[in-house]
């Protein structure tokens, strides 16, 4: 989490934003965080959004995206 920025530079937290932040890309909600996995007592730790190969990617806030890709379930 250091990369995120405590203050985005206009006088908002970001905690503050929670909700109110673009998302990252357009394409179908396929995991959303917190949902079960359908495995035991699994739970999704972030969101999957299904995408063509190639569609942009971009950060929500000033920062930089972590990680993009295939993570298995």
């Known amino acids: 989490f250091r990369a995120i920025p405590l203050n985005l ?3 908002k937290k970001f905690l503050e934003l ?3 932040l673009p998302g ?3 394409g179908k909600l396929l995991a959303n965080f917190g ?3 359908g495995v035991g007592k699994l739970i999704w730790d972030g969101i999957w959004i299904g995408a063509d ?3 942009p990617v971009r950060a929500s ?3 930089r995206v972590a ?3 295939w ?3």
Request: glycine fraction near 24%; proline fraction near 8%; avoid cysteine.
């Open 35 to 37: 949902q079960p996995k």
């Open 67 to 69: 990680y993009t890709g």
């Open 53 to 55: 190969d190639g569609t």
């Open 9 to 11: 530079g206009k006088g």
């Open 71 to 73: 993570m298995r379930a």
């Open 18 to 20: 929670k909700g109110k």
């Open 61 to 63: 806030a000033r920062g």
């Open 24 to 26: 990252p890309l357009r």
